[in-house]
């Protein structure tokens, strides 16, 4: 059967009358090792180049390799990614004449290419990113994702365009100096004021864009292109299922996730779960259960307790674990061990991301990826069903009134308080997250204000903070993650869900009353918890002298990003200032200069 799933793609494609460089193609291979352990492979005609490391989870011979060639059609591919429906779409494809030399998912892309062109991904059910040359035309299509699961980064020069599943990799594919790592000021101003999160085509720097999800680019021989976005899900009333109740919505959502955890058991290798002992990890642990998974491998994470937080939720994961007679493993994570790890997953970050949790799926994921290679995921389902903290106070508020009472509740600062912050030459005149935020949250589309919010972090935000952290600090260990709740057809009918049935019960009132069959009432009731590191929340010791040296050694004050003042009143009391969330304000300033520092290293 199978696919080759986790992995990591690069490629160039030239218009200047020259050929391909392959050696910076290699370059950027070598750069992913981390993403695909198992094996690599640079093919190359002409103006086009591609190249690929492999992790193989389906289809684990020598056919299912990378980059793949289809001679006969003509198509050679780099593909990153799971189609989980690729065995239906391989019998329409064989119905229809083509003939297979693998079992491989990535061979039935590029049939489905080779039949449907660049249409092809709307048959997709599945996470992707990929590139695929034609060797007659010497087209060459680039495809994300509906929910931007599978990254991809592009670095546009003269006469060439490069890309590849990471920033890095784009980075040390040519010269120091190749792309300009100025700081881009208005994905520096998102970084500050929107959680961290910067949205596509942006990135940190002036030299990388990445494709957003939902999009497919077509670059022709010449250089020119274009970009379709064949994905926007409607936030708003479905009027077939007006008369619905809240048990049929019930139903219908647990039918949809039900689907979507089955679809994600494809695998030629075993499949385990993270699970957090949250609502949202303990429903896939009993739909997978409910498919007959014996022996279901769960991993938990835990860590030392810090200023009066606790940093374990092992009462509730031991509780599903138990419920469903898994083969449980509890990590736990003493401090000591937090502080060295610190700079290894800001070193797997493709772009900088502030959310304490990043060095908690690192550790974790290095100790899951001894036991198994793929492992399924609860992540998205409070971006989906409305599970955060911020959704609420938007309910009763007007439509137009939305992004000034989303920023309320969710931007980390105010435009004022970013400048306050930021050296002057970094600032930037205009509020443009505020405008970003207003501009989305206002299209049509969606019918309330809550659906405007949901639509903003389901398209946006989910995708450039939570699904990036889950990809980045997993295939940091080469383990694969899938993301059940990020299912397009689960998205799909969650987005067309009355907004009173999402806000019911604290947050994913829907999702509780649909699961109370299924799992014990102290996980459903629970208050929600959060993947905390109390270590990282409150800075002490061995880590504030890290990010203190970070903020003030010699390549921080030569790149003179923050105001001096600003830095020394946060590191004089390193626990004090919040940002709108209560994330550690002095931390998120430090992860994007480590970063950049890491970045230059």
């Not at 494609?13 to 050696?23: H, K």
């Not at 490069?162 to 881009?184: H, K, N, V, Y």
């Not at 491998?297 to 509780?319: K, V």
């Not at 509890?330 to 937090?338: E, F, G």
Request: charged fraction near 25%; hydrophobic fraction near 40%; glycine fraction near 8%.
């Amino acid at each position: 059967m199978g696919a080759d799933d986790m992995c990591g793609i690069c490629g160039e494609i030239r218009w200047d009358g020259r050929a391909a460089d392959v050696g910076a193609v290699a370059r950027m291979t070598c750069a992913m090792t981390s993403r695909g352990p198992d094996a690599d492979g640079v093919v190359a005609h002409g103006p086009v180049a591609l190249g690929h490391r492999r992790l193989s989870i389906i289809d684990l011979s020598a056919r299912g390799a990378q980059p793949m060639v289809d001679a006969e059609l003509g198509l050679s591919l780099a593909f990153n990614g799971c189609i989980y429906n690729y065995q239906e779409l391989r019998k329409q494809l064989q119905a229809d004449g083509y003939r297979f030399f693998s079992t491989a998912d990535s061979e039935v892309v590029i049939k489905a290419f080779h039949k449907w062109g660049a249409h092809c991904v709307e048959r997709f059910k599945g996470m992707f990113a990929f590139a695929i040359a034609d060797r007659d035309t010497g087209v060459l299509t680039l495809a994300r994702d509906r929910l931007g699961i599978k990254p991809l980064y592009l670095a546009a020069a003269p006469g060439r365009l490069r890309f590849a599943s990471s920033m890095r990799a784009l980075l040390q594919a040519g010269e120091p100096g190749e792309i300009d790592t100025e700081l881009d000021r208005e994905a520096l101003h998102h970084y500050m004021t929107f959680h961290s999160v910067v949205p596509a085509p942006l990135t940190i720097y002036r030299g990388v864009r990445k494709l957003p999800p939902a999009t497919v680019r077509v670059i022709q021989p010449d250089g020119s292109h274009t970009e379709t976005v064949y994905w926007t899900p409607k936030f708003g009333r479905d009027p077939d299922k007006a008369s619905w109740s809240g048990r049929d919505w019930e139903a219908a959502l647990m039918d949809a996730l039900r689907t979507a955890v089955k679809r994600r058991m494809v695998a030629d290798v075993p499949v385990g779960v993270l699970l957090s002992g949250g609502i949202d990890s303990s429903i896939v642990v009993a739909l997978l259960a409910e498919q007959g998974q014996h022996g279901l491998a769960t991993f938990s994470i835990g860590f030392d307790s810090s200023d009066g937080e606790s940093g374990d939720e092992y009462f509730y994961s031991d509780l599903i674990a138990k419920t469903f007679d898994t083969d449980h493993h509890k990590i736990h994570i003493d401090t000591s061990r937090l502080t060295p790890a610190v700079p290894k997953s800001i070193a797997a970050m493709s772009e900088p991301m502030v959310s304490h949790d990043c060095v908690a799926f690192y550790l974790l994921s290095g100790q899951v990826s001894k036991s198994v290679k793929v492992v399924q995921s609860g992540q998205g389902a409070d971006e989906i069903l409305a599970g955060y903290s911020w959704y609420p106070p938007l309910a009763n508020i007007a439509r137009e009134q939305t992004t000034e009472a989303y920023a309320k509740v969710f931007f980390d600062r105010s435009h004022d308080e970013v400048l306050s912050i930021l050296a002057p030459e970094y600032g930037i005149d205009a509020d443009v997250s505020r405008e970003f935020a207003t501009a989305h949250q206002g299209a049509p589309g969606a019918d309330s204000a809550v659906d405007a919010a949901l639509r903003l972090d389901t398209q946006v935000m989910l995708v450039d903070d939570p699904v990036k952290r889950v990809d980045t600090m997993t295939m940091a260990w080469g383990l694969e993650a899938r993301v059940p709740f990020l299912d397009h057809d689960f998205v799909e009918l969650a987005a067309t869900c009355p907004p009173e049935l999402k806000l019911a019960s604290a947050g994913k009132g829907v999702l509780k009353n649909g699961s109370r069959k299924l799992l014990p009432a102290e996980v459903i009731d629970r208050t929600k918890g959060h993947f905390l590191v109390p270590g990282i929340r409150h800075l002490h010791g061995e880590l504030l002298d890290m990010v203190g040296d970070a903020l003030t050694n010699d390549a921080a004050r030569a790149r003179g990003l923050y105001r001096p003042e600003a830095i020394q009143a946060l590191l004089a009391e390193p626990n004090r200032t919040r940002t709108t969330l209560g994330a550690n304000a002095l931390w998120q300033l430090a992860v994007l200069e480590m970063w950049l520092q890491g970045m230059a290293g």
